[in-house]
């Protein structure tokens, strides 16, 4: 957890929501069923649990679809046969977020893309828990959801730049609310960290579309100064 002092936060405060990570307000792992499992047992697990959704694995435990209640409406009641698997009918591929991943990222990929509930995986990729939009949205409201909007802007370099400029509005806020300056330096380096990953990801597609294909050999991103020792000012080097 941040070393800011979470019991000071306040429900909707930028800071509630800024400084902590997935897994302070993830739930425990969803029930996990297999890609063949069909889709009568899985609506009756969900009922007798119960659940909002299962989430579908793979043998090693890697998320590879979402079946929810709405799925259930839409997919199953009418239009299929019970005997047929829940991969003929889940949502996939799912979106997933890591739990040491900050908060308001999950409920960015949350907000963005109309889901209610988040699968958290670990650091390999296995199935840990899960986020509901419901209770995600009970710690931002606002200044918080616009903020959180702002700073996961869509991936373009217009985006981008939207973004570095939304983080002036980020950082008074928080001084605001008296977060201490490290927490504040912390915070500036994984938003820009962030922004460096869309770079570079939007460069290899632009490459990839002038007809330069894939990189020759797997490479790695390495940000070294304040970048690397997690304090960055608003305006790094």
């Not at 002092?5 to 800024?18: H, I, P």
């Not at 991943?101 to 988040?118: C, P, Q, S, V, W």
């Not at 985006?159 to 008074?172: N, P, R, S």
Request: proline letters at 6%; charged letters at 25%.
């Amino acid at each position: 957890m941040s070393s800011y002092d979470s019991d000071k936060m306040q429900t909707g405060s930028v800071a509630a929501v800024f400084t902590q990570v997935v897994r302070h307000y993830m739930h425990g792992p969803p029930p996990a069923v297999p890609p063949d499992m069909d889709c009568g047992k899985a609506v009756r697990l969900m009922r007798e649990l119960p659940a909002t959704c299962v989430i579908v694995t793979s043998p090693d435990g890697k998320p590879e679809g979402i079946l929810t209640e709405l799925d259930v409406l839409r997919r199953i009641a009418f239009l299929k046969d019970e005997s047929a698997p829940v991969s003929s009918v889940m949502t996939s591929p799912v979106y997933s977020i890591r739990d040491d991943d900050y908060l308001y990222r999950g409920i960015a990929t949350m907000n963005r893309n109309g889901l209610r509930h988040l699968p958290v995986i670990d650091h390999a990729g296995l199935l840990c828990g899960i986020l509901h939009l419901k209770d995600t949205l009970s710690k931002s409201i606002n200044k918080v959801v616009a903020l959180i909007e702002s700073l996961t802007h869509e991936e373009t370099r217009e985006g981008l730049k939207k973004i570095k400029e939304a983080e002036v509005e980020f950082v008074k806020a928080l001084f605001e609310e008296h977060v201490p300056s490290l927490e504040i330096l912390k915070l500036l380096t994984q938003i820009n960290n962030d922004t460096y990953r869309r770079v570079q990801s939007i460069a290899q597609m632009e490459m990839k579309d002038e007809g330069w294909g894939d990189p020759p050999v797997d490479f790695c991103m390495i940000v070294m100064g304040s970048g690397g020792r997690g304090e960055n000012f608003l305006t790094p080097d």
